[in-house]
């Protein structure tokens, strides 16, 4: 197995790791722990660590900013068939107040993600890697996204990024206007985004942790790592 280095209680983790099969399974296969550290800020192995099925956030530790890959315990999956629409977005679907959008606006999603989410870990390498990722044309079958939704101004109102891997796509993280009059444009551009994904035939959205409610408000479904992995692992090698 790989050597995995010891770091304030976190495991670091590299590109060998992950290649290595019977360290990869070791992580799989280890319910006491999730998430690991890497100062890894390469397009390869984001990329490689995506493809198995960790998704990654970032930490600072001594002043030192870290990758930090989550392979999760558990993980809310929405399958396009369980979509729920509540009476309040479609009544926000019903009106012609705004504009929806398959997006290529990082700089703009930047700038609101900051002011929304001042704490956010979208940030420093981890931010220019979304940008490398963006303008990268041939990765392997893998692509930032951005969905948006515009007021009829051009304002941006709600966005969120995530990648598409194979036919799959996995959220990251997004914001929405704060504004009372933008309530539940949130929940609009994830029942819009859901409604693109199958209608583009997307095999199931990723959403990640099943903490929030509203996920399965949406029609999420939780799976456990192991149910995630079986279903992502497929969907991804075919």
């Known amino acids: 197995m790989g050597k995995l280095l010891i770091k304030k209680f976190l495991y670091e983790i590299s590109k060998e790791n992950i290649k290595d099969r019977e360290t990869l399974l070791y992580l799989y296969e280890n319910l006491e722990e999730n998430y690991y550290l890497s100062d890894d800020f390469s397009l390869?192995?984001?990329?490689?660590?995506?493809?198995?099925?960790?998704?990654?956030?970032?930490?600072?530790?001594?002043?030192?900013f870290y990758l930090l890959p989550e392979i999760q315990f558990e993980y809310a999956i929405l399958d396009f068939k369980n979509l729920h629409i509540s009476k309040k977005v479609n009544n926000l679907l019903k009106k012609d107040?705004?504009?929806?959008?398959?997006?290529?606006?990082?700089?703009?999603?930047?700038l609101n993600l900051n002011l929304y989410h001042k704490d956010n870990w979208l940030i420093n390498q981890y931010e220019e890697l979304i940008y490398e990722l963006k303008k990268q044309v041939?990765?392997?079958?893998?692509?930032?996204?951005?969905?948006?939704?515009?007021?009829?101004?051009d304002e941006l109102i709600a966005s969120e990024i995530g990648y598409k891997i194979a036919s799959t796509?996995?959220?990251?993280?997004?914001?929405?206007?704060?504004?009372?009059?933008?309530?539940?444009?949130g929940k609009l551009q994830m029942t819009l985004t859901a409604q693109y994904l199958e209608n583009n035939n997307f095999s199931f959205w990723n959403l990640g942790h099943p903490y929030m409610q509203y996920k399965f408000d949406l029609g999420a479904t939780l799976y456990s790592r192991k149910e995630f992995l079986k279903r992502w692992l497929d969907c991804i090698n075919s």
């Open 44 to 64: 390869e192995f984001y990329i490689l660590l995506a493809k198995t099925g960790f998704i990654s956030t970032s930490i600072f530790i001594e002043n030192k």
């Open 97 to 110: 107040n705004y504009i929806f959008k398959k997006d290529n606006n990082l700089k703009d999603f930047f």
């Open 138 to 153: 041939n990765l392997n079958n893998f692509e930032i996204i951005q969905f948006s939704i515009y007021n009829k101004n």
């Open 169 to 185: 796509y996995t959220s990251l993280t997004g914001f929405c206007n704060k504004d009372k009059k933008y309530n539940n444009f």
